[in-house]
DNA sequence: GTATCTGCAAAACATTTGCAATTCT
DNA sequence: AGAATTGCAAATGTTTTGCAGATAC
């Protein structure tokens, strides 16, 4: 599911997005991270290697790789959008303790027939509860 | 899964809920739309029956009605939180073209095998694409 | 009469917009 | 130079908080 570093600039290219240093930057971050991280997040990460990033530009970017299809928003919260440059299938789980959220597979999921003649452009499987490890702690 | 008006009042405190006008007002709305409304659209509907209704007390409820278990939070766009007085499984379709949520019955879900060993409290599913209706509508 | 509940006003956040400065080609 | 991109500052929108008045038991 990693990409590969050195591809990124083309991976940019290729979803029809100049590969400018911030666009870069964020996408590399993006990709390298497994924590889905939030706006403020990846600002605080990024402001030091660019101090004169903006938040501005990390919404606009966002938006732009969302609209070029190269992420996905993660809105397993009702107060913090995520964002995940993972497009495959899979679902996030988030832990109540510890917060993280975490990728986990799913099956292609069979037909739901409710769905029929209906076109589907989009599906989230959110689940939330103690992860194994906050439950071994708190013991 | 429609609920009987007559017993909302009954509904509420046996949730820990004492019912205000305010309240009973509010879930007899989620109850009775099948909208998943927001909380500007709760507010609006009920301004009128209850002119001195505020959004701070409408927002006090939803909060007190989640914590309290009898409404879910429908998190399917980032900007806008929906809420729900269905709390049985199932699953919520968006249509893009005319903005509908729709509730769909989704078959008791196999375990997840990645998710052995955590324990779920909370799982959400979510769908958005065109509805039959508006495909027919745009051909 | 004490607790709780409500609702106004202000504060706190998150996100968007307008626009001028910068960068890239 | 011309077009696209960035980033500041202000505007917008949503949710929370503090507190005073109203209501319920």
Tied chains: 1, 2.
Excluded: W
């Excluded at 570093?5 to 666009?23: F, H, M, T, V």
């Excluded at 009702?78 to 995940?84: A, C, I, K, Q, V």
């Excluded at 989230?124 to 013991?139: D, M, P, R, T």
């Amino acid at each position: 599911m990693l990409k590969e570093i050195d591809n990124l600039e083309k991976y940019l290219r290729d979803a029809g997005i100049k590969p400018s240093i911030q666009r870069l930057k964020i996408f590399e971050y993006l990709v390298g991270s497994n924590s889905h991280p939030t706006v403020e997040s990846i600002y605080s990460a990024l402001s030091s290697q660019i101090p004169t990033l903006s938040k501005t530009t990390v919404y606009n970017t966002l938006k732009l790789f969302q609209q070029q299809g190269i992420v996905i928003i993660i809105n397993i919260e009702d107060n913090e959008t995520r964002f995940d440059a993972d497009i495959s299938y899979h679902g996030h789980f988030k832990c109540t303790v510890c917060k993280e959220v975490k990728d986990f597979p799913i099956p292609k999921h069979e037909q739901i027939e409710a769905l029929d003649g209906h076109d589907i452009s989009e599906s989230h499987f959110y689940i939330k509860g103690i992860c194994a490890k906050c439950k071994e702690l708190n013991k």
